[in-house]
């Protein structure tokens, strides 16, 4: 990643931003990508490098409070590795994709209830590579609320497509 001046580091976080990120309240939108062919991840770095992060500052950013207090995003350098997750299920001696299914269920009831590191941008993207039925691959994308809301954030995503 770039290297980033102060003067990029001055975004205040709105008041909504900031009221879905503290000890009571924790809010992630999740998007779903289905694919009906299975997964190859070889590309997700280099997607995320050059098609998503360069689609809101905020991407590449964390919450820090300011001299004054108050909440502002900070850019910060970071590792695209930290936030792509790849789950592996229990070995199976099928491909039983009803199978895969509980395991995916259990996985994203998982998912839901962790919070994401707060030192480092708000966001991971999951790469199931397993056939569900109903995918023969998914990749999630998990972001925090304060990053936005769930109209722009699917717009951002939808974008990368």
């Known amino acids: 990643m770039d290297s980033f001046t102060e003067e990029e580091i001055a975004e205040p976080v709105n008041p909504t931003g900031e009221s879905f990120n503290t000890s009571l309240l924790c809010a ?51 590792k695209l590795e930290d936030h792509i997750k790849v789950p592996v299920f229990p070995s199976s001696q099928s491909t039983n994709s009803e199978l895969y299914d509980q395991y995916f269920d259990e996985y994203i009831s998982k998912i839901m209830m962790e919070r994401t590191p707060q030192n480092k941008p708000l966001w991971e993207i999951r790469v199931i590579k397993y056939p569900t039925t109903s995918a023969a691959g998914t990749v999630i994308f998990k972001l925090h609320h304060s990053l936005g809301d769930g109209y722009s954030l699917m717009g951002a995503l939808l974008s990368c497509l």
Request: neutral net charge; without cysteine.
């Open 28 to 78: 992630y939108v999740l998007g779903f990508l289905e694919s009906e062919v299975p997964l190859d991840d070889s590309q997700t770095v280099y997607l995320l490098k050059n098609v998503f992060l360069p689609i809101n500052p905020r991407f590449s950013s964390i919450t820090v409070r300011d001299e004054n207090g108050k909440m502002i995003w900070k850019r910060v350098q970071m």
